[in-house]
């Protein structure tokens, strides 16, 4: 696949750019969308509110997520195994793999997180126009939106 030279153009994102999406107590900056690297790659900087809890355990089919904690300490629940991530800490979530996050602390938590491909950014969108358009984020709108981005509630999980 080649790349058109608009798509092929240096992206620089400054400090106080990129798209804003709120969800809950959770505020995602989106750095990459996947728009300057086909699809392959997207990059968000999440800040989790103090006592923020995270998304139910859930598995993506087609995609790897990885996160990488800036700052504050980030609780990964990969199963039934629990790991606190503090900052410089990077967690890899392949495909298939049930997991979920939260910040269980009383201070923020920063976090930089990378999809590939780039696609599950839309994911996020999605969430926050519900949000946003006064729709109630219902368990069945939850997991349809989920479904169309490859992604389900791992066993015993409800959206």
Do not use: C, K
């Not at 240096?10 to 959770?26: F, K, N, P, W």
């Not at 800036?70 to 890899?92: I, K, N, Y």
């Not at 996020?124 to 349809?144: N, S, V, Y």
């Amino acid at each position: 696949m080649t790349m058109t030279e608009e798509e092929n153009t240096l992206s620089v994102v400054g400090s106080g750019d990129g798209e804003t999406i709120i969800l809950g107590t959770t505020r995602m900056r989106v750095l990459e969308d996947g728009s300057h690297t086909g699809h392959r790659l997207a990059i968000t900087e999440s800040v989790l509110a103090p006592h923020t809890e995270g998304p139910p355990q859930h598995r993506h089919e087609r995609h790897d997520e990885g996160f990488y904690i800036l700052s504050g300490t980030v609780r990964f629940t990969v199963g039934t195994t629990e790991h606190d991530a503090t900052a410089g800490t990077l967690v890899m979530v392949p495909p298939g793999t049930p997991h979920t996050f939260a910040n269980l602390t009383g201070r923020p938590a920063v976090m930089l997180s990378v999809f590939t491909p780039g696609h599950y950014v839309q994911y996020f969108r999605d969430l926050q126009r519900m949000l946003t358009t006064g729709g109630p984020l219902t368990p069945e709108a939850t997991l349809a939106t989920m479904n169309r981005y490859a992604t389900t509630p791992a066993p015993g999980q409800r959206t």
